[in-house]
């Protein structure tokens, strides 16, 4: 009888976050990914930096109207800009503001951290690439990687990879039925 006042008193969860796993949790404040950048390169180091943005891109961000997969970061004057990062204007943009969909964005990090970007991106074979974007505390951060290039054959190894993966769960899928 103990065990069922115990089982009923429980209380359920205040927030549906709190349901959530770190990584749901994590995911669902993620505007977009670029899965692309995942494939091509080797990640190093990561980097959160702030991102300068016009009213109409915010609106268009809260959407869900924006792609990656082509963008890049480039350092110019000592100040990161994301270049070919494509924010599609909503259909209900404002008639007197122009918005252009791949306008140069200035990306906002500390002076150290980027000088230590420099230094690293002027070596051979270092890239930075626009991994994702996301929402925090009220503010769109852009998840910046310093990125080396991969090999032909490295392709072909994440590929091989992802499959046999995907059979070992097929395999295991159709076992517990």
């Not at 103990?2 to 359920?12: H, I, L, R, V, Y």
């Not at 749901?24 to 990914?33: L, Q």
């Not at 980097?47 to 970061?73: H, P």
């Not at 951060?141 to 995907?166: F, N, P, Q, S, Y």
Request: proline share 3%; hydrophobic share 35%; charged share 35%.
């Amino acid at each position: 009888m103990a065990t069922k006042e115990a089982s009923s008193s429980k209380k359920p969860a205040a927030t549906p976050s709190a349901k959530l796993s770190p990584k749901a949790a994590a995911a669902a404040v993620r505007i977009a990914d670029n899965k692309k950048a995942l494939f091509n390169y080797h990640i190093e180091e990561r980097f959160e930096a702030g991102m300068v943005l016009e009213g109409w891109e915010v609106k268009s961000l809260r959407e869900g109207k924006v792609q990656l997969t082509d963008g890049y970061v480039v350092v110019r004057g000592g100040e990161l800009f994301i270049i070919g990062c494509q924010i599609n204007p909503l259909g209900t943009a404002s008639t007197h503001v122009r918005p252009d969909s791949v306008r140069t964005k200035k990306l906002l990090m500390h002076k150290e951290e980027i000088r230590r970007l420099v230094g690293k991106v002027e070596q051979k074979g270092f890239t930075l690439v626009p991994l994702n974007m996301h929402w925090k505390a009220g503010k769109v951060k852009c998840e910046i990687g310093l990125a080396k290039g991969k090999g032909e054959h490295d392709k072909r190894d994440t590929i091989k990879d992802r499959e046999g993966k995907r059979e070992v769960e097929r395999a295991m899928k159709s076992r517990n039925r």
